[in-house]
């Protein structure tokens, strides 16, 4: 979570709203090396499941190709 007073971040991302002013719900998943591993860009009336933000980090986490609907303990394919 961070705060965007000059909207640069939401800018750059693809998700600032310019003729509002107001950036749509954006979820980024950024790995060490600074690539986006996982992007999400809601709509402002869609809210985001936090299980579900947690599962994709588990997932990539494993460095396998995980299935549809995966949960960790789960094999991989």
Known sequence: M??????????????????KGIAQRGLFIIDPDGIIQYAVV?????????EETLRV??????RGLCPLDWKPGDKLL
């Open 42 to 50: 809601t709509n402002l009336d869609v809210g985001r499941s936090v």
């Open 57 to 62: 980090l588990q997932a990539l986490q494993t």
């Open 2 to 19: 961070g705060s965007d007073i000059t909207r640069e971040a939401s800018r750059s991302y693809g998700v600032l709203l310019e003729d």
